[in-house]
Each structure stands twice: as C-alpha cells, then as structure tokens.
C-alpha cells in the first residue's frame, strides 16, 4: 500500500468545497492533471439519516486517482460510523471539518467551533481511526477562531494525539474570512511541529505562487481553492501548459465541463434543469479569470483586477451579470456556438449609453 506521504509529496489538493468540488468539476481538474481531489463537506448527521443528497457528496467517479472525503460532525461515535460507512464506499482519505465558517454549523458545534475545542478533536480522531481499517483519517484547521485566540499549533497536537495522519492548514482565522492573505509562515511552523505530512493552503492562484508556497513553508503538499474554480487549467499550467489559455482554449474547457456534467446527471430536461445552476454558479468563478499583466507582473487572488479584453469573446468571458452568465449557460448546454453579437445586455446597464448610470449609482445599492 503506498504510503500517505508519497500520494501527497509535492501534489497540489484540490481543495474541498461546497458545489465546487461536484463530481463532474473533479472529473474535469483530474484531466487538466489533478491527482488529489477532495469531497464537498458531508454532514455526518446527514449520513446517519440515509439523506440522499448527502450520498451524493461521497461518491467517488471512475477512475478517481485519489478521492478524500471530507465529513463534518462533533460525536466521536457517530465520526467513527461515518469514517467506516465513507471507506466502504471507497473514500481514500477521510478528512474532518475544523474550518467552516458559517453560522449555522458553527452554532452546532461543527466546523470552525470544533477546532475550538482539541480535546474534543483528539476524540474525534482516535474514534475515527479505530472505525476505519486502513484509510487514512486527516483534519483540515484554520489557524484559529480570530486573531487573539489562534491555537492551530495546540490543535494540530491535538489531531496527532489521536492518530491523524496528516494536517490541512488553511492559513488564515475563522474572523478573517477572506480578508487577509494567508500566512504561510504560519503553515511553517505547523511543518515543523507535527511529524506527519502537511497540506498548506490559501491564496495559490499562479505555477510560481504554487513554487513559492512550498520553498517558504516546506510542506508535503499544498492545496487550492479559488484559485481552482477560477482557473481549473492551474494543473495543465503546473504541468508547463500555458499561463494564460486563450478564450476559445477556455470556452473548450468550460464545454468539457458541461459534457462531464450531462453524463454525470443526464442530458435530458431533468438534467439540464439540475446542471444549469452549477454552470451558472461556475460562471462566477470563471469570469473572474485575469490574465498575467503585460509587464510581467501577476494578478494576485487577494486583489481584484479588472481585466482590458483582447478580444470580443473574451469580454463576454469576462462580464459578471447574469445575462451573459445565463446566455453562455444556455449555449453549453445546448452544444451550439457561441455568437457574441447575440448576447443581451447587461439588465442594469440600458443598451443606450445615454440611458447609463454612473458607477457611483451603482455603488450606492
Ligand atoms: C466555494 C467554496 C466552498 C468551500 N467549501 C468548503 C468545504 O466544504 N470544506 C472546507 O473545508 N473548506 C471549504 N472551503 C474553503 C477552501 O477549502 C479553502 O480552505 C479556502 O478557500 C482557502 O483556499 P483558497 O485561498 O485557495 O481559496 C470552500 C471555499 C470556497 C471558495
């Protein structure tokens, strides 16, 4: 059996994410080169009600190289069943959710408020490693709830106590949000805390940040995000593909999503009526895409950047109201070409330019 630490020597994790990490949008990153992908968060809870939709998250597609699970929960017995029922079902990591921000599961004692509480996490773990039989079992942390209480070195001690096999350090705190770039130093001092393998995480939208994050930090492997659903060609790129595809290399790309989607969930009107809001959720990332500057320099995750088109297809690419999103949606899932002249408007800015309001207007909303 190939050691943990091998799988993850020098990969780039796609990151767990909610929608995100659907199953056809693995399918598509594992072409462009991912061979670590991660589940959406799957409520333990959920699991144990036989929720289907829940089932759904778990399930590994043919021929995923390496598929880790991410669950969340705060009972250790019912992580240990969920860690079992997850292995059956052919997870090959089984990682717990120490970093959700948001209320409604933090309110529950999940996510972000569990990393609050190591022992309780060294519980988890061990419970979770005595359910499984030989997957491994990982925690994924932020560095703590807000700046004055981090405690992601105490934690980190914590899941290794119990058994985990590797550590996931999304660098930055729950109160943080967004809002700060990651810490990687921060990362660092978790590497040379714990003896097993650590997955840094934050802010890796470039080949050269990709490079930068493991010189600074020294981890196993690092993982990523945004910066994967704004541009899922980062594996071709890390793989000396192209830094800056062209819009018809994209729309090739965006089309592949949706064929790997109606396989997926079927191309009948059931389907489509179950795939167009996943594209038009894609779309948000994907237009966001902002290509190296022409000085050399390069746009960074943390900082937006409005883009200067090089062409009509890629101003259309680039637009962000949900006219042009739902237009190209439409178009993927019909197959047909795309025709930039056809495209409405945006709803909010009058086709006459007389008729138009300022930004500062638009601002004020
Ligand atoms: C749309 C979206 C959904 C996410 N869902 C999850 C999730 O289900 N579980 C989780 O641990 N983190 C989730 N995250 C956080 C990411 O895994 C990651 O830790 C964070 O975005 C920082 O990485 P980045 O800077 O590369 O985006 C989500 C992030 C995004 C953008």
Same mark, same amino acid.
């Given at each position: 059996m190939t050691l943990l630490r091998d799988t993850l020597q020098g990969a780039v994790v796609m990151a767990p994410m909610t929608k995100g990490s659907n199953l056809p949008y693995r399918q598509l990153c594992i072409e462009l080169g991912a061979r670590v992908t991660m589940s959406e968060m799957t409520v333990a809870r959920r699991l144990k009600q036989k929720r289907k939709g829940e089932f759904a998250l778990i399930r590994k597609a043919e021929g995923e190289p390496f598929f880790g699970v991410q669950l969340a929960g705060n009972n250790p017995e019912e992580m240990q069943w969920a860690a079992a029922l997850v292995e059956s079902r052919g997870a090959d990591l089984v990682d717990v959710n120490l970093g959700c921000p948001i209320d409604f599961?933090? #309110?529950?004692? &999940?996510? =972000? =408020? &569990?990393? $609050?509480? @190591?022992? #309780? *996490? #060294? $519980?988890? *773990?061990? =419970?979770?490693?005595?359910? *499984? $039989?030989?997957? @491994?079992?990982?925690v994924k942390i932020r560095l703590g709830w807000k700046e004055d209480s981090k405690n992601y070195l105490e934690l980190a001690a914590a899941a290794v106590d119990g058994g985990a096999d590797a550590i996931f350090v999304h660098g930055r705190t729950r109160e943080q949000r967004y809002t700060k770039s990651a810490d990687w130093d921060a990362i660092a001092e978790v590497v040379a805390a714990v003896p097993v393998p650590v997955?840094?995480?934050?802010?890796? &939208?470039?080949?050269h940040e990709v490079a930068a994050a493991f010189a600074r930090s020294g981890c196993t492997a690092v993982m990523a995000a945004r910066g994967i659903l704004i541009k899922p060609w980062l594996y071709r790129e890390l793989a000396g593909g192209t830094e800056d595809p062209s819009a018809e290399d994209r729309v090739a790309l965006y089309r592949r999503y949706a064929h790997l989607a109606k396989a997926h969930w079927g191309s009948d009107d059931v389907g489509l009526e179950r795939i167009r809001p996943f594209l038009l959720w894609h779309f948000g990332f994907w237009c966001r895409y902002v290509p190296p500057r022409t000085d050399g320099t390069y746009p960074t995750l943390q900082h937006r950047e409005t883009i200067t088109p090089r062409s009509p297809l890629e101003a259309l690419l680039a637009r962000t109201d949900a006219e042009a999103h739902g237009y190209l949606t439409d178009v993927l899932l019909r197959d047909e070409a795309i025709d930039v002249e056809a495209v409405p408007p945006p709803a909010d800015i009058p086709a006459d330019p007389r008729g138009r309001r300022d930004a500062e207007d638009e601002s004020a909303g």
């Open positions: 599961f933090t #309110r529950k004692g &999940l996510g =972000a =408020a &569990l990393g $609050r509480q @190591p022992s #309780r *996490v #060294r $519980r988890i *773990v061990e =419970a979770m490693k005595q359910g *499984v $039989r030989h997957t @491994p079992v990982t997955i840094g995480n934050g802010d890796l &939208l470039y080949r």
